[in-house]
């Protein structure tokens, strides 16, 4: 989707060496978290997963934070999951902004999340929790993502049923998508749970995997390392607390330049 946008005056001049892209689109869910679109720049590469530096050119040293790249790597634009942090010295500007206003970016994506640092397997688990779904959401509208898995598990834990509005629109899109939808209707499998309000399945992730409820709602067996990969994105606490049980089945954590059966991400803004 391209949308021609209209650029703003400049008040502060633009960095040597980042890009300064155009919003195009920006959604807001709840008063904690919203999406925006942008340009994407025509030299600028990254595997779905990865993160960037993202900033605003609203100070002579503007500050930067991470963001994954919501978007797939072959969209024209580049969509991202932002929380809302009271006072936080970017969110605080980042969540004014508008269609036409310029966002920084730092040239250079990396992260582990990738389809690269995992061996293949019959499936791969995502757990996320809050806007730890961000790099999945890359992941999830990657044709590379089913040659390399037969099934994709997407679990998304969030406080409030609202929260998992983003994740719900994504699944919808990704299963009508002309991409990736043939595949993600019969292989993706989305599983989300709510932690501090009523909701059809409540509860944190680790709870049901510890349980063995999330094996027995999917009607799979229990994660086993000869076919079985995951991938973790959330809270310090979250990631910890996953870490544990994904070793507790055998699973080993992998990177970039030696691939295993998880890997692990926290979610950047926070
Ligand atoms: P809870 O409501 O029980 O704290 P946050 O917005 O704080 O990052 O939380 C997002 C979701 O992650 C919440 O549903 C929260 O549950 C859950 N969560 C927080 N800590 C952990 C943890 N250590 N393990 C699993 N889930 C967690």
Redesign the pocket.
């Known amino acids: 989707m391209t949308t021609v946008v209209q650029e703003k005056p400049r008040a502060f001049p633009i960095p040597a060496g980042v890009f300064a892209e155009t919003v195009t689109a920006v959604t807001h869910y709840t008063d904690?978290l919203f999406r925006f679109r942008m340009t994407r720049p025509p030299s600028f590469r990254f595997r779905s997963g990865e993160f960037v530096m993202i900033g605003l050119p609203n100070a002579e040293k503007p500050v930067y934070r991470a963001y994954s790249i919501t978007s797939p790597s072959w969209d024209d634009e580049l969509e991202f999951f932002s929380?809302k942090v009271p006072g936080g010295p970017l969110t605080e500007h980042l969540k004014e902004i508008r269609p036409g206003d310029t966002v920084l970016m730092r040239r250079k994506p990396t992260g582990t999340l990738v389809n690269d640092a995992l061996l293949p397997g019959e499936r791969v688990y995502m757990f996320s929790?809050?806007?730890?779904i961000a790099p999945f959401a890359s992941l999830v509208r990657d044709p590379e993502t089913y040659e390399k898995f037969g099934t994709v598990i997407l679990t998304h834990?969030?406080?409030e049923a609202a929260?998992l509005a983003f994740g719900m629109e994504l699944v919808d899109m990704v299963r009508s998508d002309p991409l990736v939808g043939e595949f993600a209707r019969d292989r993706l499998v989305h599983y989300p749970?709510?932690?501090?309000e009523e909701f059809a399945r409540t509860?944190?992730?680790?709870?049901h995997i510890g349980s063995g409820r999330l094996f027995d709602e999917l009607g799979l067996p229990p994660i086993d390392p000869e076919s079985d990969r995951g991938m973790i994105c959330?809270?310090m606490?979250?990631?910890?607390?996953?870490r544990k049980l994904l070793e507790g089945f055998g699973l080993a954590e992998g990177s970039n330049s030696s691939p295993d059966t998880y890997v692990v991400e926290r979610?950047f803004v926070?």
Do not use: F
């Open positions: 904690r929380i929790t809050g806007t730890g834990t969030c406080r929260e749970t709510v932690t501090r509860g944190r992730i680790t709870e959330g809270s606490a979250m990631l910890k607390d996953t979610a926070d």
